[in-house]
């Protein structure tokens, strides 16, 4: 054994040093979201419990877990839309790029403009489809026609759909397909250039070809964002995320790079429901 | 209760049933015939309001020129040399009208926006009731309010205003029409998907925002179909105006000075004696249906913005 060890030419162990060093610093990519002991509850309901999680700049985080298991609700903390349901309360730290959102002197609607969000189903403002997408920088006080247009183009591009709706930009973003209007939705999302994109069950509104190619512009768009995804198709997680975080009854169970969390998950329960078993 | 234990056979039920439902049956039948008979006499009444419009306008025109009527600014029915034009009579209903769209579609608005987009649940629901109720005031308590509280109330302001003057009532009917306003304005804007204001929130967007950019426009047509309501109701509004605004039949801009308007002087005419086939008596047919026209066009127009600016959703 010893001469095996041996038998390792020396710039062979440089390299997985190498290695070694670079998956660290992979790992280590800079946290956009510092969740600490969040606690949530609706009214009495006690919806979330002692969350701990990091979320990653350039990374897709999938979350998944059974319905009414907390993973929307701890979505749409993170951009605080859950405090649209009036009898919300929470303790604990979030912490977005080191400053707390929960800090009185950060407006919301800042917030809000560096975290954007996709929901469930899409939400396209009953506008044009340009309108759509200017919606954002508009009511950001951005005026001018040229740059318009210009946010307009480069944000359709950037979900993907520009070819597909260049010729008709002034009709009713209502006359898109079912899939052509989450990738709108995204499009006017990136409009406003936020660094975190929330996706609340993008897809499950979608036909499977539609899915592929938001599944696909998730991809893409990882380049540049942070993407939190929330999500009930676990072959969806496994296929896009880089971490997942399985939730149940408000909590974190597991909480871990993909490819572990689906091949060699710790807790009993994580694989249970991974492999069907309930939920 | 059944006693033996024999078990149902509900097929054969049925069909012992079906014997004695011939009857039924052909009851059934005739059910829409009977139906529509009785929708239909909304119908045959508006037909026969309008026939009897025209035929006793046609007969009005034959006394006094088409011309002289929709040109004349002067209107004195009672004159020995009488003159009969309508225009003294469209300035009180319009100015009337103008004041009171002035008074209510900002404070009906506004109202609105405060009620679907701000508002708590529990303030909307002891608002709402309260805003149905002030719209539930006969007309006339409206009319001596205007007449004894505002009017003198105006004078402190203005002290050239007339005792009996248009602007006094157009306000109070204003007032009135508030909550026609903001209820159908609201109903409009609740319907409008939540999921569109959290599209807008997540952007960045102010409740106000929201409100101004997203939910007003979408709830556009409801919006502008609560205002034309307004207007018509406005319009058509009678009582106010025959207490407060007198019976001067003054063609003027002055809004201190009493004006009337086609429906007081419709109520004039008909509390004297008019007798039937005199010029007097016909001109108030000419004065309704030139109203009617009036709401009409009103309506027309209303449809025409509405289905011009919907956002389908």
């Known amino acids: 054994m010893a001469g095996a060890m041996t038998a390792i030419p020396q710039a062979e162990v440089k390299k997985r040093a190498n290695i070694e060093v670079l998956r660290t610093l992979e790992q280590e990519k800079e946290v956009v979201f510092d969740t600490q002991n969040l606690n949530l509850w609706y009214g009495e309901k006690h919806a979330l419990r002692d969350i701990n999680l990091d979320i990653h700049e350039e990374e897709v985080t999938a979350i998944i877990g059974p319905s009414g298991c907390g993973k929307s609700t701890y979505l749409k903390t993170l951009n605080r839309m859950v405090e649209l349901v009036p009898s919300v309360r929470t303790t604990g730290v979030i912490q977005y790029k080191g400053k707390s959102i929960f800090d009185k002197s950060l407006r919301v609607e800042e917030l809000r403009t560096q975290v954007g969000m996709v929901f469930q189903k899409p939400n396209p403002f009953p506008k044009s489809i340009y309108e759509n997408i200017a919606y954002g920088p508009k009511i950001h006080g951005i005026r001018n026609k040229m740059i318009l247009d210009e946010i307009v183009e480069k944000s359709l591009r950037g979900a993907y759909i520009w070819d597909e709706v260049k010729d008709r930009l002034h009709d009713n973003a209502y006359g898109l397909s079912g899939g052509q209007q989450q990738r709108l939705c995204i499009a006017r999302c990136l409009a406003i250039e936020p660094d975190v994109i929330l996706m609340d069950e993008p897809t499950s509104a979608l036909d499977p070809k539609s899915t592929l190619k938001v599944e696909e512009l998730i991809r893409e768009l990882k380049k540049d964002y942070a993407i939190v995804i929330v999500t009930h198709n676990m072959q969806q997680a496994s296929r896009i995320s880089d971490r997942t975080a399985f939730f149940l009854d408000g909590e974190v169970v597991e909480y871990d790079r993909t490819d572990v969390i689906f091949n060699e998950p710790t807790d009993q329960r994580t694989e249970d429901y991974i492999n069907g078993r309930f939920g | ?313």
């Open chain 2, 1 to 313: 209760m059944r006693t033996n234990n024999e078990p149902v056979h509900v097929q054969e039920l049925i069909s012992k049933k079906k014997q004695s439902k011939n009857l039924f049956l052909k009851f059934e039948k005739a059910i829409p015939i009977i139906l529509f008979l009785i929708a239909s006499v909304s119908v045959f009444t508006t037909i026969g309001i309008i026939y009897t419009l025209f035929s006793e306008t046609i007969e009005f025109f034959k006394q006094v020129s088409v011309v002289e009527f929709f040109t004349g600014t002067v209107l004195k029915p009672l004159s020995q040399d009488p003159k009969f034009g309508v225009l003294p009579l469209i300035m009180g209903t319009l100015t009337s009208t103008v004041i009171a769209m002035l008074v209510a579609a900002p404070i009906g608005l506004m109202t609105a926006i405060y009620l679907s987009e701000f508002a708590s649940e529990r303030i909307r629901k002891t608002f709402k009731p309260l805003l149905e109720i002030l719209a539930g005031i006969p007309t006339i308590v409206y009319g001596f309010f205007a007449f004894t509280f505002v009017t003198p109330l105006l004078k402190h302001v203005i002290p050239g205003l007339e005792t009996t003057n248009i602007l006094s009532p157009g306000i109070v009917m204003g007032i009135m029409i508030i909550p026609m306003i903001a209820s159908l304005s609201e109903d409009a804007m609740s319907s409008v998907p939540n999921a569109m204001r959290e599209g807008a929130l997540a952007l960045g967007a102010t409740k106000l925002e929201v409100a101004t950019r997203v939910v007003i426009p979408a709830a556009f047509s409801g919006i502008v179909a609560s205002f034309v309501l307004a207007i018509s109701r406005a319009i058509g509004e009678t009582m106010i105006v025959t207490i407060a605004s007198g019976s001067s039949k003054n063609f003027t801009f002055d809004l201190t000075q009493s004006m009337q308007t086609m429906t007081a002087y419709i109520v004039e005419v008909t509390g004297g004696d008019a007798p039937a086939g005199s010029t007097i008596y016909y001109s108030l047919y000419a004065v309704a249906m030139t109203l009617f026209v009036f709401t009409l066009l009103m309506n027309l127009f209303a449809r025409y913005v509405a289905r011009k600016f919907k956002e389908e959703y």
